[in-house]
């Protein structure tokens, strides 16, 4: 059964942008060397439906589905991330223990666990995660999952509208960028972040 450092159930902002970060630095720094990463998708981010008109960088007008399909190409940059379109049915375990399941069939393991997965429902088995009504958005009956600061207990992560975030593309991002730097210092055990760019200075 193959393991990985960090698995990330959903693929839409918040969950590519945790995996983007994550994989960036493989090549930066010892620490980072020879991990890997999966995230299972289930192309059912509300991205899909959308044309995004405020993101930073992003063509006005352009559709939800273009800018997941770029961002899913940004991936295709670095060998230590993986993506599985696939269903999760069942998480459990522990920091370092956690096993999932999908609807397909296939079993994983991973030391860390990342839920990016909306804010539609929550029918995963398995993780015991306290769901509450979604109260920063205006569409009613939305859920998220409890957490302090992204963090559900050891191990265990939220981001993006799972978290409780609001819904604008930025956020999410910032979220899936803090919970990947939030990886980090925990395996540095200090302050960690992956720089876009490197100063000329």
């Not at 450092?5 to 060397?33: H, Q, R, Y």
């Not at 991936?75 to 230590?80: E, P, W």
């Not at 088995?125 to 998220?144: Q, S, T, Y």
């Not at 939220?158 to 819904?167: D, I």
Request: glycine residues 8%; contains cysteine.
């Amino acid at each position: 059964m193959a393991k990985y450092d960090v698995l990330i159930i959903g693929g839409g902002v918040a969950g590519i942008t945790c995996a983007l970060t994550l994989s960036s630095v493989e090549n930066k720094f010892p620490w980072a060397k020879d991990r890997k990463y999966l995230i299972i998708d289930e192309n059912n981010s509300d991205l899909l439906q959308a044309k995004l008109y405020n993101v930073p960088g992003v063509r006005q007008g352009a559709l939800g589905e273009e800018v997941i399909r770029d961002m899913r190409k940004q991936l295709d940059m670095f060998k230590s991330i993986e993506i599985l379109d696939d269903i999760v049915v069942r998480a459990e375990g522990s920091l370092n223990n956690f096993s999932v399941t999908t609807k397909s069939g296939k079993s994983f393991l991973a030391d860390r666990l990342v839920l990016a997965t909306g804010m539609h429902k929550f029918d995963i088995e398995g993780l015991n995660v306290e769901v509450l009504p979604h109260d920063k958005v205006m569409k009613p009956k939305k859920i998220k999952i409890k957490n302090k600061d992204l963090k559900v207990r050891e191990g265990l992560y939220v981001a993006g509208l799972a978290a409780g975030s609001k819904t604008m593309f930025a956020i999410a991002a910032g979220d899936g960028a803090k919970v990947a730097c939030d990886i980090f210092e925990e395996w540095t055990g200090k302050f960690a972040v992956a720089h876009d760019s490197v100063s000329k200075n």
